[in-house]
């Protein structure tokens, strides 16, 4: 804890950490010091003026050092002879600080009238007229009139595309570098920033494509004024007349709070989502949103939605009512002497998989998680990271071990609080950067950041961890390890870290690995913090990075990976019952003669292979909650009316079981989730009521202040709930067996990785994103590039598991030799795992 | 894009300066180097460009938008083409209270250009600029070419056509003792 030093801003008496800033000191007591170029999670620079008061220090006597007192006994003050701006001037003991005299209120004002000699007015067509902190703050510290003519103002492009997510207004801006600072600052991507000066100074990008960043969106929240605008949103509605509503970003397993704003749409005909908007949650997503959250929400308005449900009878589709179809489904699943196989997809909600599994179970059948290619949620159950760690908080004291995951492409946040850590940059007092341990065989982006960086051999991902183990518990400790790491510096150098840190994070993934093989690595984790005593506090234990948004709860409502392929787990099945899953868009199989019922949202290939599809409310309609990798439930509520007859997965499924008379139908969601508090382990305790709560975070966001913070909204509706790990309640964890995976060999190693952007059902429904979806291609390094005599944009076939795919090269020297990199759901085959492989170069 | 096309490159040209430059600063802070190189860049072509922005972040290890941010802030770096020398005329307060713009004006007229225009031979571009500290020596210019900057003071209309004549014939011949 920083010490306090105590100061008084016009009336005030304020208490505040050593290096707090004037203007947030001012702030905790509600003294709203107007700003524009400075933000709290930024370094500030002092550029605008706006935020000018009156400081003064205590006069000391120059011989003794004590402090000189007036004749009534009082301080003297030393006026500082100009006005100083709050945001740059740290408090100091004894400061005098004066926000309201008449100085400070011309101050105000004249810089108001600066910044607008040129500034357009254009308010009533600007999209961030109504949240607008030049506008509000000229609206309360401005002058009545302008006294410069309109005529005078020099014009400038109003439509410059940053890329084509952003577009730029440059007679808006007010060059106070919000938005360059941020991705400098907090992204490490300075992909824009000023060029020329004064008042030809305008924001540029030079990156391909244009503000090449996954964070480019957060800008526009945190731009003062209307310069910064997304494609999405520009033009699209004035901020008063949208519906709010609290929903949880849908598509990774970080699980940011967002708030999604809609409106009748005239065009549609309906009630749209204009914009999602980052919802503040400090230990999930602070007030940002990666641009695929904040842009790829347009798969839940897509026209090609189901809406009501379909049987198959004599080989066509009808249409047909839930009285009429219901009953069949329910008649072939009693039918079917518990020879049931379920398969569930990671992103439906905890009801969702809560009552499937129960259907299922009640039945006599089986469930399997879909794709559910990744291992260890039961270790996370058990040794998962502690309750109310925030990542970018950690500090000195900490060591984060990333392991087997490109972290920026599969959890954005989480490689954004990580290197937050990692770098102490932008606005913080604690300047002492965690220790990061990057581990994968390839670079990825977070190695710029790390203190250690290990390479491995794909294949070798466990025994490098079983080393660090090895090393730490000395004697061996009775595990086997190929990797010596006693003999290898680095990995020495690594464990004598881990054994002197205070704390430890291991944050694993699933590159390179299938299920048992990252199973096997989150044991071997496991055992890791086990050893070195890391398990059961805040800023300790292990965080999956999950491939979907809600595998986690998938573990937790007993829907889990079955370990084999889709063939083999229905093998004898009389009905398949799946919900979002789509085994057969990705080359599986189901069997000839099972009656084959599905719940979804598109018309995916799945779903013309079944004799039901029953039409699944999306994410936006209904309520329900996810659990993220930190294993924290969240809840999600309406924005859109139900789409035709379509109805939330949770309630087909308890209509079912109802049906089948295995249950009753509860009232709702919320009874739904009173069921899990009963009925599963560890979510006794949580219930809507509960996830709704809040409490006071920093920094103000949300308009209290004329939006200090940026647009992102202040949360009133939950900051969640973690389930609590068997280590925090207590338990003794024992650390378990490992198996290291077996690799195959061959001409090349072909490792399936994960891209942010990648042609996914969900984004290549967003059209607004298309230009950022990669086409299909593989990368493979230079030396096996000039083996095989391709160059990059060579056309190469692929021939993997007796297919021939044609992919576009890449060339790097990331990946190892002897490796082709392969980007998952860009298109062809999905690969379960490691794959062999040889390639042949196309003629063009 | 053509991989193939031959492009000679910064690195293909000025490999030892571009070392020297490098050598003038500690290998992680090696992003201080982007003034000098960038003033050698514009040497080749007497402006900056897109290649060699590119080729300077490359090797700084810094964004391209970064190099171009440093270009655009500074006034006697070029993001676009102009003369193979550039005549700059200071025509702030003090300048123009002895004739600068007058000065200014006749130059153009007798080029045949406007202010910050080139000459059709590309040899010559005319731009007003602010102060140039030589206040009590005006009308006064400076010329930027290849060579560097070269400051002319007390001058006429009359002296810099012997200017432009001597430095349009010989180009080559330009004594770089006098660079600054």
């Known amino acids: 804890m920083a010490d306090q030093v105590t100061l008084k801003i016009d009336g005030d008496v304020v208490s505040v950490p050593a290096g707090t800033l004037i203007v947030d000191a001012a702030k905790s007591v509600s003294n709203d010091i107007p700003v524009f170029c400075y933000h709290p999670k930024l370094d500030p620079v002092g550029m605008c003026r706006m935020c000018l008061v009156e400081v003064g220090t205590p006069l000391r006597d120059r011989e003794s050092g004590e402090p000189e007192l007036d004749e009534h006994g009082d301080q003297k003050i030393n006026w500082m002879p100009k006005l100083q701006t709050a945001c740059t001037v740290p408090v100091s003991a004894g400061m005098r600080v004066r926000t309201a005299t008449q100085q400070v209120t011309r101050a105000r004002k004249d810089v108001v009238e600066f910044l607008l000699t040129s500034h357009p007015l254009d308010c009533p067509v600007c999209d961030k007229g109504g949240e607008c902190p030049l506008q509000n703050l000229t609206m309360s510290h401005g002058s009545g009139e302008s006294r410069y003519l309109f005529d005078e103002k020099i014009q400038l492009q109003k439509r410059v595309p940053l890329g084509e997510l952003i577009f730029l207004d440059r007679e808006r801006c007010i060059q106070c570098a919000r938005c360059t600072r941020f991705q400098d600052e907090l992204v490490g991507e300075p992909v824009i920033g000023f060029d020329k000066r004064g008042r030809a100074l305008q924001i540029v990008t030079f990156s391909e494509p244009g503000f090449d960043s996954h964070f480019s969106g957060n800008t526009t929240d945190i731009c003062p004024v209307g310069a910064l605008t997304t494609a999405d949103f520009r033009f699209g509605a004035r901020p008063w007349e949208m519906q709010h509503t609290p929903s949880i970003c849908p598509h990774c397993t970080v699980g940011c709070n967002t708030h999604l704003n809609t409106r009748r749409s005239g065009m549609v005909g309906g009630t749209v989502i204009k914009r999602v908007m980052p919802r503040q949650n400090e230990k999930v997503n602070e007030i940002w949103l990666c641009d695929k959250g904040r842009f790829g929400h347009h798969f839940a308005g897509s026209s090609d939605r189901l809406t009501v449900p379909l049987v198959r009878k004599d080989g066509r589709t009808i249409e047909q009512s839930w009285e009429h179809v219901l009953p069949l489904v329910a008649a072939k699943l009693a039918a079917a002497d518990g020879e049931v196989a379920g398969i569930a997809g990671e992103r439906l909600s905890n009801e969702d998989l809560f009552c499937f599994q129960t259907l299922v179970e009640g039945l006599g059948g089986r469930t399997m ?53 990692a770098t102490k940059a932008g606005a913080t007092l604690n300047k002492h950067p965690a220790s990061l341990v990057v581990a994968n065989a390839r670079d990825t982006k977070l190695d710029r950041y790390a203190n250690h960086i290990v390479r491995y051999s794909y294949g070798d991902e466990v025994q490098t961890v079983q080393a660090l183990t090895h090393a730490i518990s000395g004697d061996g400790a009775g595990i086997e390890t190929g990797i010596d790491a006693q003999h290898n510096p680095l990995l020495s150098e690594v464990a004598r870290a881990i054994e002197a840190a205070e704390n430890m994070i291991i944050i694993y993934g699933s590159e390179g690995l299938d299920f048992s093989g990252s199973g096997a690595l989150a044991q071997a984790c496991a055992n890791l913090l086990i050893a070195s005593g890391h398990v059961g506090g805040v800023g300790n234990g292990l965080l999956p990075v999950w491939p979907s948004n809600n595998t986690q709860g998938a573990w937790d409502m007993g829907v889990r990976p079955a370990g084999m392929s889709v063939s083999e787990f229905t093998s004898g099945a009389k009905v398949v019952l799946l919900a979002g899953a789509d085994p057969v868009g990705d080359g599986e199989s189901l069997p000839e003669d099972a009656f084959v019922v599905i719940s979804e949202l598109f018309k995916t290939d799945t779903a013309s292979r079944a004799d039901v599809v029953l039409p699944a409310q999306a994410f936006v309609e209904r309520e329900g909650s996810y659990t993220s990798g930190d294993r924290r439930v969240q809840r999600f509520y309406p924005a859109l009316p139900a789409l035709g007859d379509a109805m939330p997965d949770w309630n087909i499924f308890v209509r079912l079981t109802a049906l089948l008379g295995l249950g009753t139908v509860p009232a709702g969601a919320g009874a739904v989730m009173r069921q899990i508090a009963a009925d599963v382990p560890r979510y006794d305790g949580i219930s809507y009521e509960r996830l709704a709560d809040v409490e006071e975070q920093w920094p103000h966001v949300g308009g209290r202040d004329s939006y200090y913070g940026g647009t992102a909204f202040e949360n009133s509706a939950g900051l969640g709930l973690q389930t609590p790990t068997l280590a925090e309640m207590g338990h003794q964890v024992q650390p378990g067996n490992v198996e290291p995976p077996s690799v195959e060999s061959g001409e090349f190693l072909v490792v399936p990785i994960t891209l942010l952007y990648d042609r996914g059902s969900m984004l290549l429904r967003s059209k607004i994103m298309h230009q950022r979806l990669p086409e299909p291609y593989i990368e493979l390094n230079v030396v096996d590039a000039e083996r095989a005599g391709v160059g990059a944009g060579d056309r190469v076939a692929l021939r993997v598991n007796g297919h021939d795919w044609e992919m576009a090269t890449r060339v790097s020297t990331s990946p190892p030799e002897g490796v082709i990199l392969f980007p998952r759901s860009l298109a062809g085959p999905l690969l379960p795992r490691t794959m062999v492989a040889s390639l042949r170069k196309l003629e063009s | 894009m053509t991989p193939k096309e031959m492009v000679v490159t910064l690195r293909d040209r000025y490999a030892d ?150 430095l349009r014939t010989s180009p080559d011949d330009l004594d770089e003792t006098v660079s600054g």
């Open chain 2, 17 to 166: 300066e571009i070392e020297t430059i490098l050598e003038r600063y500690p290998a992680e802070q090696k992003r201080s180097a982007v003034m000098p190189l960038i003033f050698m860049a514009q040497r080749e072509e007497g402006y900056i460009t897109g290649s060699a922005i590119d080729e300077i972040a490359e090797l700084l290890d810094i964004a391209s938008t970064q190099v171009v941010s440093i270009v655009g802030f500074y006034t006697l770096f070029y993001a676009n083409p102009g003369g193979m020398h550039r005549i700059q005329i200071c025509t702030d307060l003090p300048c123009a209270l002895r004739g600068a713009d007058e000065f200014a004006e006749q130059v153009c007229e007798n080029l045949g250009v406007k202010l910050g225009e080139t000459t059709d031979d590309g040899q010559f571009t005319v731009e007003a600029v602010m102060c140039l500290a030589a206040c009590d020596k005006a009308p006064m210019f400076q010329v930027q070419n290849s060579s560097g900057l070269t400051y002319y003071e007390c001058q006429s209309a009359d002296d810099v056509n012997v200017l432009v004549k001597e």
């Open chain 1, 369 to 421: 998680q879909w794709p559910g290619r990744m291992g260890g949620g039961d270790l996370v159950q058990q040794v998962g990271v502690g309750a109310g760690t925030d990542l970018a908080q950690l500090g000195a004291e900490t060591v984060i071990l990333v392991v087997a995951s490109d972290l920026a492409e599969e959890a954005p946040l989480w490689w954004f609080k990580v290197r937050q850590a």
